[in-house]
């Protein structure tokens, strides 16, 4: 069974920086591009990064250029988003998806989300 269970949210002030974290399970981890995903209250889905299978390429939404960072350990199964700098529209629950590294859709498998606070 395909599982994928994000991790590391919580409540952070403007400026702070987390790192949410993705355990997959049920399949071969390091063959499939990955990505985050994030919806916050009121608002349709906002695609954050993607990193292809083997970690050499990454891409980044206009929104989180040079704050996000998105990685990946295969040996490990998980996927990383490194957050920095955050702000108080970063405030969203955050997905971790399956088989792609761009949009959001398109993907087989979702997590179920870990909720991020950004508020001082």
């Known amino acids: 069974e395909v599982q994928l269970v994000e991790s590391g949210g919580g409540l952070a002030q403007p400026g702070d920086s987390l790192r949410l974290s993705c355990a997959a399970s049920?399949?071969?981890?390091?063959?499939?591009?990955m990505s985050w995903v994030r919806q916050a209250p009121g608002k349709g889905p906002e695609w954050v990064s993607g990193?292809?299978?083997?970690?050499?390429?990454?891409y980044d939404g206009d929104s989180v250029k040079g704050r996000f960072s998105i990685s990946r350990d295969n040996a490990k199964n998980t996927l990383y988003l490194q957050m920095n700098t955050l702000k108080p529209e970063d405030a969203a629950v955050y997905y971790c998806?399956?088989?792609?590294?761009?949009?959001?859709?398109?993907?087989?498998?979702w997590g179920q989300g870990t909720q991020v606070t950004v508020s001082s």
């Open positions: 049920g399949f071969t981890f390091g063959s499939y591009d």
């Open positions: 998806a399956r088989g792609g590294v761009y949009g959001t859709d398109g993907y087989d498998y």
């Open positions: 990193i292809s299978s083997g970690g050499g390429v990454t």
